[in-house]
């Protein structure tokens, strides 16, 4: 049998207020943030990679208006500061949800799966072979001759094929573990977003050989 949750008070008036609620249907006061709601549930999602950014869009203006801190401009401290923290983790939600390597961060962080995401070194030998290989003609491209620019943008468009490639990767992934819950499949996840983190900060790399030649 569930178990119901017993309603807490409201921080202002002290009546009970449902779980998840924004507002104190007593004394229409905002309320924190349930710290416990993931960027799905605040987006009326099911968790998953493949994410209707429309609907994530459209959800995001309606609640943008219900918290917008102008709209508490005159009350208390406090309520000015639960404004800013439902907009800040709105915004958040938002940024996460509608960048294909963030999400996948991000759900790999909700099943527990460990995260290096500050490492600049792939963890895959083969891959890293190739990041060599990558760094290793960029380097060489000498920016002074005519066709520099063509050879960006060919060496862009090679990774930005990569990178499209790794997204559909991910999904299919995703949507296996789903089905499956096989933590291996977590571990492939993983190797993947790997590749995508690296190619994501060549194309970086890459805009700024483009600033520099410009």
Not at 28 to 46: M, R
Not at 84 to 97: I, K, P, S, Y
Request: aromatic share 8%.
């Amino acid at each position: 049998m569930a178990t119901q949750t017993s309603p807490q008070p409201c921080w202002s008036c002290r009546g009970p207020i449902q779980e998840l609620a924004p507002f104190c249907p007593t004394c229409n006061i905002i309320q924190p943030p349930d710290p416990t709601q993931n960027y799905f549930g605040v987006f009326s999602l099911t968790p998953g990679f493949n994410v209707d950014n429309k609907q994530v869009e459209t959800l995001y203006r309606e609640l943008q208006q219900q918290f917008h801190p102008d709209r508490f401009a005159t009350k208390s401290p406090t309520e000015r500061r639960y404004s800013m923290e439902h907009v800040t983790r709105l915004n958040e939600g938002l940024r996460t949800l509608g960048d294909p390597l963030a999400l996948a961060v991000y759900l790999l962080q909700l099943f527990g799966h460990t995260v290096n995401s500050e490492s600049n070194t792939p963890s895959d030998p083969e891959f890293l072979m190739e990041v060599m290989e990558l760094r290793e003609a960029l380097e060489d491209l000498d920016l002074s001759q005519d066709d520099a620019s063509d050879s960006l943008d060919n060496m862009r468009g090679d990774i930005e094929q990569k990178c499209v490639k790794e997204i559909s990767e991910l999904n299919t992934l995703f949507a296996g573990y789903f089905k499956e819950k096989q933590s291996a499949t977590l571990d492939t996840v993983a190797k993947v977003v790997d590749r995508l983190r690296y190619h994501n900060r060549f194309l970086e790399e890459l805009d700024q050989r483009e600033e520099s030649l410009f």
